[in-house]
Antibody
Framework: EVLLMQSGAEVKKPGESLKISCKAF????????IAWVRQMPGQGLEWMGV????????IYSPSFQGQVTISADKSISTTYLKWSSLKASDSAMYYC??????????????WGQGTTVTVSS | DIQMTQSPSSLSASIGDRVTITCRAS??????LNWYQQKLGKAPKLLIY???SLQSGVPSRFSGSGSGTDFTLTISSLQPEDFATYYC??????????FGQGTKLEIK
């Protein structure tokens, strides 16, 4: 079965660092782009950026450039989303999702279950 | 940047109703338009890709149409499990995809 499994919920204080993960199962991890998507409480879906695990090529949405770091370790089929200094406004649900290929017109066909990040003093 | 505008933002309907949600792109995106369903507290789920192709396992009461800038998602006969929020998304822009703001479908 093809799936993405994300790390568990996090509660952090402002200024702390955090790295959440997304592990892939059941397909060739290196060959599909993985995106990170933010959903703030009660709000819609926001595209943060994507990574190609095969060569770690990464593209960030301008809104998130410099705010987070996306990385991947293809030896363990895992992608990461990292903050070096969290803010209260980073409190949200974060999803990873696989971008399928041209046959699927690049739709996001597999989603992780989400990781809740709460930042509060 | 490509802007995606969905309408309506919310919708009340009854079991058995036919429902249509629209999505408009700020520029032509050919057929690079996808629809997702998100139930409360759950991850989004792909329903329709390439504007009109039904994802495997999705009931046939869901359908999509359109190309260029104007697209629709239709549910032919609403079922209880269809009450959710629906998002369109363009996958035309190079790896920086935009979602619509969502349409919340509620029970009347």
């Amino acid at each position: 079965e093809v799936l993405l499994m994300q790390s568990g919920a996090e509660v952090k204080k402002p200024g702390e660092s955090l790295k959440i993960s997304c592990k892939a199962f059941g397909y060739s991890f290196s060959n599909y782009w993985i995106a990170w998507v933010r959903q703030m409480p009660g709000q819609g879906l926001e595209w943060m950026g994507v990574i190609y695990p095969g060569d770690s090529d990464t593209i960030y949405s301008p809104s998130f450039q410099g705010q987070v770091t996306i990385s991947a370790d293809k030896s363990i089929s895992t992608t990461y989303l990292k903050w070096s200094s969290l803010k209260a406004s980073d409190s949200a649900m974060y999803y990873c999702a696989r971008r399928n290929d041209a046959t699927y017109y690049y739709a996001m066909d597999v989603w992780g279950q989400g990781t809740t990040v709460t930042v509060s003093s | 940047d490509i802007q995606m505008t969905q309408s309506p933002s919310s919708l009340s309907a009854s079991i058995g109703d036919r429902v249509t949600i629209t999505c408009r792109a700020s520029q032509s995106i050919s057929s690079y338009l996808n629809w997702y369903q998100q139930k409360l507290g759950k991850a989004p789920k792909l329903l329709i890709y390439a504007a009109s192709s039904l994802q495997s396992g999705v009931p046939s009461r869901f359908s999509g149409s359109g190309s260029g800038t104007d697209f629709t998602l239709t549910i032919s006969s609403l079922q209880p499990e269809d009450f959710a929020t629906y998002y369109c998304q363009e996958s035309y822009n190079t790896l920086l995809y935009t979602f619509g703001q969502g349409t919340k479908l509620e029970i009347k």
